[in-house]
């Protein structure tokens, strides 16, 4: 919020100037639009609707409600319960939109709305609640249900924008959803306090002539860890995804006729999910199994007999499943919405147009390329900062959460300066000094990590060999991929393997282990 405050400042600090100049205030440039305002728009309403419904403490896919169980006991009514975070979460989107409408620059020649986004973020926020916090009698049944109506009030904002409809008419559609949600929350945390779970399992086995039983039979406790960790977490991020993922879609068919609002949509799309999961990381790299003691070890996972690493193994593949699972959602909705949309002659001319200039085997390779790095970071986003959270230090972790959202504010601003003061060749030439010195610190750390992964016997001798065979491979096939791809004298070998060597994470991985076994021995 710190640093939310501190770039709304800085854009009204912005904004004063260019009046005070008599300069134009309005952006000719959609990528501007998109770098300033809608990118931390973007990231602080999904941190917003995270927190508010309490989203990266439960399981999407479970039946029961999401609704904190150690809130469920405190002494107070059901309805301060409901209450309270409706109260908080909306004015939080509401000052936050009315804020960026006040202060942000927009584009040229296009009619912002100022009130009923206020009350479509509020809406949006109060059906998250309800939805997050209801009982569910079939596993899964949550995420359909959130997926559906939240598109469904999405479709009503976007048919607003396109047929232009007026200030009052929008609010008296998206205001009396509100307090419908509110009742329905309301009844959601009442049931989740006495216990109520309806189950519909048996009923469904029963028609297929036989009763619903599930017994689980893990072959070591590693396996049940894993299994563990996915019920808690795994199914955040694809969730999470699915719902920003219509919002997204549907601008498609805005932008049937401009191939480069066609790409913006797309890049847009493919970043999601790394942003999404750099969210869902806050909870995936907690060391407790109980939500309300996110900073510690309890006894519970403690004692349990499994070594550190095996308990960050579990973790890791937990993130690989749910990397996979949100983007297979990505993956089949893209070219669905493209040819519902009517977009994807746009696509596809612009696909023809690439090969013609890169040729067709590297236009290929370059495509499967940001695929992969996309799906890469989206894993490296979910587990770069275990090294953090598991040390179970309060003022460490928060400071991680405001670094990355401070980072996701200011970069795009950063990037329109270097754009616009033509610092672009100054940034080229220092890109070798500044990639030698990462790679220096990068492999100072390494070594350090790997010595005390080897004097504490937190791993053995070959995994510490076979994982640093593994990170070099990676390295080399990289470097080979890039080098022959950007083939051109003017950028040398030497800073291609620099960048490999940077992409392919290694240390903060290999720290988690360590950040472990202090927390889990202290």
């Known amino acids: 919020m710190i640093g939310v405050i501190a770039y709304l400042i800085a854009l009204g600090a912005v904004k004063l100037v260019v009046i005070a100049r008599g300069i134009p205030i309005y952006l000719d440039s959609g990528e501007s639009f998109a770098f300033v305002v809608m990118m931390p728009l973007t990231v602080t309403s999904v941190y917003f609707l995270a927190v508010f419904t309490f989203g990266l403490d439960g399981d999407f896919a479970a039946r029961q409600s999401m609704y904190p169980s150690r809130r469920l006991t405190l002494p107070v009514t059901t309805s301060a319960l409901t209450t309270w975070p409706l109260v908080y979460g909306s004015a939080a989107m509401i000052v936050l939109w009315l804020a960026l409408r006040t202060f942000g620059i927009w584009p040229a020649g296009t009619e912002v709305p100022w009130i009923w986004p206020a009350f479509l973020a509020a809406s949006l926020l109060a059906w998250t609640q309800a939805l997050t916090w209801l009982p569910y009698p079939l596993p899964g049944l949550r995420i359909i249900a959130m997926v559906l109506w939240l598109g469904t009030i999405d479709m009503i904002a976007l048919l607003g924008l396109h047929f232009k409809a007026g200030e009052w008419l929008m609010i008296g559609i998206l205001a009396p959803q509100i307090p419908l949600a509110y009742v329905v929350a309301h009844l959601a945390v009442s049931r989740a306090r006495q216990g109520e779970i309806p189950d519909w399992r048996d009923a469904f086995a029963m028609a297929k002539g036989g009763r619903f039983r599930r017994v689980l039979n893990f072959k070591s406790p590693a396996a049940a860890q894993a299994w563990f960790e996915w019920r808690r977490h795994g199914w955040s991020l694809p969730t999470w995804v699915a719902i920003l993922l219509p919002f997204e879609l549907v601008l498609l068919w805005g932008a049937t006729e401009s ?177 030698s010195i990462l790679v220096a610190a990068k492999m100072i750390a390494v070594v350090w990590i790997g010595l005390q992964l080897y004097r504490k016997r937190l791993v053995s001798d070959r995994t510490l060999v076979s994982g640093a065979a593994a990170w070099t491979l990676m390295v080399l096939l990289l470097y080979g991929v890039l080098a022959w791809l950007l083939d051109a004298p003017h950028i040398p070998h030497y800073l291609i393997m620099l960048v490999a060597i940077l992409t392919i994470p290694l240390a903060r991985l290999s720290a988690a282990p360590i950040a472990l076994a202090s927390n889990r021995h202290r």
């Open 259 to 435: 191939a480069r609002l066609v790409f913006t949509i797309l890049l847009a799309i493919l970043l999601t999910p790394p942003f999404v999961a750099t969210f869902v990381a806050a909870a995936v790299s907690t060391s407790s199994s109980d939500p309300g003691d996110a900073s510690g070890t309890n006894a519970f996972v403690a004692t349990r007999p499994l070594t550190d690493a095996e308990l960050v193994a579990a973790k890791l593949k937990m993130a690989i499943r749910s990397t996979l699972v949100a983007w297979l959602i990505v993956i089949v909705a893209i070219p669905i919405a493209f040819e519902l949309s009517g977009t994807a002659a746009l696509a596809l001319r612009a696909w023809r147009l690439d090969s013609q200039i890169l040729g067709m085997s590297r236009a290929v390779v370059l495509s499967l390329l940001i695929l992969a790095g996309c799906i890469a970071a989206t894993w490296t986003q979910l587990v770069q900062s275990l090294y953090i959270g598991l040390t179970g230090r309060a003022s460490l972790i928060k400071a991680s959460v405001f670094l990355a959202i401070g980072f996701f504010v200011l970069f795009g601003p950063l990037v329109e300066w270097i754009a616009d003061t033509e610092r672009l060749g100054e940034v080229w030439s220092a890109l070798p000094i500044v990639f």
